[in-house]
């Protein structure tokens, strides 16, 4: 059987490769301890499960759901984003519930990009947007983010080049895997960079409420759904990964233009899980503080273990994992890793596999228990 041409523009998404080498030590009796991935290891609250359980007797829960998902759904997205953003947007068209803001990715090229049209992608940023780019016959044009510019585009920079194909912008703020925040007048820069070169802007925000004082949409800036769409996931906000929910906000007319994608690619997600959702959307204050409580101890000791490897971090750098610098002199991020892997049975993500300007760094997930932190501080 000879394969779609396309699949030799992309390769195994890493973590799924690199998790099987693991798994492989694991089954050899290796105490590994798994710092790489984002997973959260906490439950969503009471009251969601106490939904989704008491739901699935309803009229109805078992059939297909509407592709736009229930009313009350994009209600509560609404509500949502008024109450922690200070947006405003209808429900009934602005609005797109997803089975999680990955399949958003998809969505959305396949909907604006043509074979040829290009792409500007973080380096370092987020594996998929790339991969999603080569699969429906994109071209990725990667723009450089460095610590020294706050991890942030040089949109001076950018508009130096020949910008004429450039039909989408991927961006993501909190920055995945950094962490590091935009300010309003960043942001505000980046609506004004879409619109002068006609772009189609799309901020990825998943991380907003995980150790974060200030949470910000893109959507707040003045004019930008005129040439914006946020994505948004209830994976990490309320510990949901595997429930797969998540939502794209934008202008009705680009909302329209993902629904029709979606529409002829699969369902409404699970009438339960809708429902469940709702509630997440409508937690109190309490949530959040008590998961930041969690995050933030977590994150003091994975400071200590940060400091026994010799690397620096930024500590006002927000959501679930921490950046670190690696010390001057040593090996490169992927060797570094496989050290620690096979001298100390921990695994660490390696900076590079989120783009080259990610050589040098490591990434430490937060998704770990305080007893295995405080194990693999033991270890060195």
Request: aromatic share 10%.
């Amino acid at each position: 059987m000879i394969t779609a041409d396309r699949l030799h523009s992309v390769q195994e998404y890493y973590f799924s490769k690199k998790l099987r080498e693991v798994r492989g030590l694991i089954n050899q009796g290796k105490p590994i301890i798994n710092m790489g991935i984002g997973s959260p290891d906490l439950a969503p609250s009471p009251k969601v499960l106490e939904t989704l359980r008491d739901c699935i007797t309803d009229t109805g829960a078992h059939q297909y759901q509407s592709y736009q998902g229930l009313p009350e759904l994009r209600e509560a997205i609404a509500n949502f984003y008024q109450q922690k953003f200070g947006v405003s947007v209808d429900p009934s068209t602005e609005i797109l519930p997803l089975m999680g803001s990955k399949e958003g990715i998809m969505h959305i090229s396949m909907a604006f990009l043509n074979g040829g049209d290009e792409v500007l992608l973080p380096n370092p940023g987020y594996p998929t947007y790339a991969s999603v780019t080569n699969l429906v016959g994109g071209v990725p044009v990667t723009y450089n983010l460095t610590e020294e510019n706050g991890w942030f585009p040089d949109l001076e920079a950018l508009s130096q080049k020949d910008l004429s194909k450039v039909k989408l912008m991927w961006v993501s703020y909190p920055h995945m895997p950094t962490g590091a925040t935009a300010t309003l007048d960043q942001l505000k820069s980046l609506v004004a960079f879409a619109k002068k070169y006609s772009i189609l802007l799309v901020n990825d925000n998943p991380y907003s409420f995980v150790l974060s004082n200030n949470p910000t949409s893109i959507l707040s800036i003045e004019g930008a759904k005129e040439c914006t769409l946020e994505l948004n996931s209830l994976s990490k906000t309320f510990n949901m990964a595997g429930w797969r929910v998540g939502m794209v906000l934008g202008s009705e007319e680009h909302i329209n233009a993902v629904l029709k994608v979606k529409s002829n690619m699969d369902s409404g997600m699970f009438y339960g899980i809708q429902k469940g959702a709702v509630v997440a959307l409508q937690s109190g204050q309490e949530w959040f503080e008590e998961l930041d409580q969690v995050y933030t101890k977590r994150r003091e000791l994975m400071f200590q273990l940060a400091d026994k490897l010799g690397c620096t971090y930024d500590k006002n750098a927000v959501g679930m994992f921490v950046w670190c610098k690696l010390p001057e002199g040593s090996l490169s991020s992927e060797a570094f890793i496989d050290n620690v892997l096979y001298e100390k049975d921990i695994f660490i993500a390696p900076g590079t596999i989120f783009g080259s300007n990610g050589e040098g760094y490591i990434r430490f997930s937060l998704c770990v228990k305080e007893e295995k932190i405080k194990e693999a501080i033991a270890r060195f």
